[in-house]
């Protein structure tokens, strides 16, 4: 049993997390499978985990400028190594929790009960901080559970702590379809959360050397099952203000204040280092004069730059200074993308490998369009670090390929990048889109039940038909789409797609839409037989 947790604990801690996310991977990916089978969180947490063990393959010995202790040190390691290796959402959420438990146990010398229950508040804190909109009955209440757990325990022992932590965490992990009609429809509990579980229980066995006797938890009967739920800027200022600064964070949020009320947008990010972190600022003002005062208040501003917007000539742009990284799930998708001059990434990537596409375009103005829901979360923190490295990346928020190709359709290299973002996310945003796949279990949607085999029509994420003949449900989910207007119709087909389903689609559509313009792509992409977007 340990009374501190030290380098060496937080290696096996990592170790330990890694081994029970694998031999649990299969069943957390199925905890996420309503009703479509893409069920991947397992997936991302073992690859999230996996970066952040490689991380602390580095020398352990070796302290950053002797200001972190050695636990300290290989904790933020191994954040650091989610952080680049973060895929999906709960990826990223659980980057985010590394990050905040590190943080907060990096200054202190002994690492205890008491302070661990400190980091796993800090933890906590960190992760809905990395969420806009931070939903319950998620891997964000669980985090939050085991903080409670822990303060609860009210003690120096780790052994308790930890436990007490574990213990708490499961139990909110139960009672999340309570919190999530969408679980309790499904008949599973959280998957983020179920993942959270299992890296607090191999805490629990590093520092106890017991192995918790615990079983997945069914989800509790829900009492209503059925119940459904840019850096931009304006033309109002003149003035680009950028540097770094050397400063604590409370100066920051002083500043933060001050520089909000003296234009927009405003970007402040910080690599979270030592007792004065450097963070890089970014405003548009009118007052350049005040900007750089408020950052001289703050602590110690360098590397200042000031550009005039008046000044800079937009016709002409260097070859690399802009650019786009689009995320293709498939390799048709990806040929189509590579055909419009992205740098294009395979599907459900890392931040470490958006970050590699970003960096690889030599572009100082990127966009990225994800093309799925859980890739955004990856994006916004791959655009992040990007931004310490000093390119400046927009993440248009596409959830499909055909939205992404209606983005790139408008792109013009002669506008400002901040309004071509604008104009790209509208043009996203203007693009309704749908996914047909097939079910892969029973469960109870807003169009009613399905069974295993049943046609699904998803649109706008979704599900809008259930059918049973995947032409007839794909020509009538095209039908439901165009009944609210539309000029164009763009068919990518999937690779399970049968032979002629995009003929017959494209002949239904010329029939009974006589005025609409159809375009047909070999898309390639996994799940999905065929993707529809209308513009």
């Known amino acids: 049993m340990l009374d501190t947790l030290d380098a060496a604990a937080v290696r096996r801690w990592c170790a330990g997390g890694l081994a029970a996310l694998k031999r649990h991977q299969t069943e957390i990916d199925q905890l996420n499978v309503y009703p479509v089978p893409d069920g991947d969180t397992g997936t991302n947490l073992v690859l999230t985990l996996t970066s952040a063990q490689q991380a602390l393959a580095m020398d352990l010995d070796t302290l950053p400028d002797g200001e972190a202790t050695p636990h300290g040190h290989a904790l933020r390691l191994m954040a650091r190594g989610a952080l680049l290796g973060a895929r999906g959402n709960s990826g990223v959420i659980l980057s985010q929790i590394l990050r905040g438990f590190a943080d907060a146990a990096a200054v202190v010398p002994a690492l205890r009960g008491r302070e661990l229950a400190a980091a796993l508040r800090d933890a906590t804190a960190a992760a809905y901080t990395a969420v806009a909109r931070p939903v319950e009955g998620t891997l964000l209440s669980v985090v939050a559970a085991a903080a409670t757990g822990a303060e609860r325990a009210d003690s120096d022992d780790l052994c308790a702590v ?6 708490e965490a499961a139990e909110a992990l139960a009672r999340t379809p309570e919190q999530l009609p969408a679980l309790a429809r499904a008949g599973v509990v959280d998957a983020g959360g179920r993942g959270l579980c299992l890296l607090l229980d191999a805490l629990v066995e590093v520092v106890t050397g017991e192995r918790p006797a615990r079983v997945a938890p069914a989800p509790r009967a829900s009492a209503s099952p059925a119940t459904a739920v840019r850096e931009t ?3 109002r200022y003149a ?5 770094l600064l050397d400063a604590g964070p409370e100066a920051v949020d002083r500043m933060r204040d001050v520089l909000a009320g003296l234009g927009d947008s405003l970007v402040i990010v910080g690599d979270g280092a030592g007792p004065a972190p450097t963070w890089n600022v970014h405003v548009h003002v009118n007052d350049v004069g005040a900007a750089i005062e408020a950052g001289v208040v703050a602590g110690r501003p360098h590397q200042i730059s000031v550009t005039r917007f008046a000044d800079q000539t937009p016709p002409v742009l260097a070859p690399a200074a802009r650019s786009a990284v689009v995320v293709a799930p498939g390799a048709g998708i990806a040929e189509l993308f590579g055909g419009e001059g992205a740098t294009v990434v395979p599907g459900n990537p890392s931040t470490g490998e958006l970050l590699d596409a970003i960096r690889a375009t030599g572009a100082a103005r990127v966009v990225v369009l994800p093309n ?5 979360a990856v994006a916004g923190a791959a655009a992040k670090e990007a931004h310490r490295l000093g390119v400046k990346v927009s993440v248009v928020p596409t959830r499909s390929p055909v939205q992404a190709l209606a983005a ?3 792109r013009d290299s002669g506008r400002r990048f901040e309004d071509d973002v604008i104009a790209m996310a509208e043009a996203a945003g203007a693009c309704r889109y749908a996914e047909v796949c097939y079910a892969s279990r029973e469960a109870l949607t807003v169009a009613g039940p399905c069974q295993p085999g049943d046609v699904l029509a998803l649109v706008d994420g979704e599900v809008h038909l259930i059918g049973t003949d995947l032409t007839d449900t794909c020509a009538a989910v095209v ?6 207007g539309g000029e164009l119709v763009t068919l990518i087909s999937g690779a399970d797609a049968p032979a ?11 029939q009974h839409w006589p005025f609409v313009e159809v375009q047909a792509y070999p898309g390639g992409q996994p799940r999905y037989p065929l993707l529809v977007g209308v513009e």
């Open 500 to 510: 002629g389903l995009v003929e017959a689609i494209s002949a239904h559509v010329g």
């Open 372 to 376: 799925d829901p859980n890739t955004q």
């Open 239 to 243: 003035y680009e203000v950028q540097f």
């Open 479 to 484: 039908d439901r789409m165009l009944g609210g």
């Open 162 to 167: 930890a436990g007490a932590a574990a213990g």
């Open 233 to 235: 800027g304006s033309d």
């Open 408 to 410: 790139l359709a408008v």
